[in-house]
């Protein structure tokens, strides 16, 4: 259900797509626990555009809680989309280390 308030909000513009998109938030972060909620602000800050608060955001998870692969991923992405490719891939490649599930994963997004 949030993430299909979320693509709806993704598709509006102005006071619909805030609205939109702060439920969508709300419901994704009670779903993921008090513990994701913090990573789930800084996805949603990515999608919605806002870069540098999802690098802001994902730069403290990973301070608190440097074992998050997810957090590192999320960083990654958003220091790509800051124009900040070595940062990206320094962010990724540590992603793959602290969960060798994401191992694969961070050697494709490296590439791109």
């Known amino acids: ?55 802001a955001r994902s730069e403290a998870i990973v301070a608190a809680e440097p074992s998050d692969a997810a957090a590192w991923l999320v960083l990654g992405e958003a220091a790509r989309r800051s124009l900040d490719p070595t940062a990206a891939r320094e962010a990724w490649a540590r992603a793959g280390t602290e969960d060798p599930a994401y191992a694969a994963l961070a050697e494709v997004l490296a590439g791109r």
């Open 1 to 55: 259900m949030a993430w299909c308030r979320f693509e709806r909000g993704m598709a509006q513009e102005g006071p619909v797509r805030d609205v939109l998109l702060e439920s969508a938030g709300a419901h994704l972060a009670r779903a993921a626990g008090a513990a994701g909620a913090p990573l789930v602000e800084a996805l949603l800050a990515l999608e919605s555009g806002d870069v540098a608060g999802a690098r």
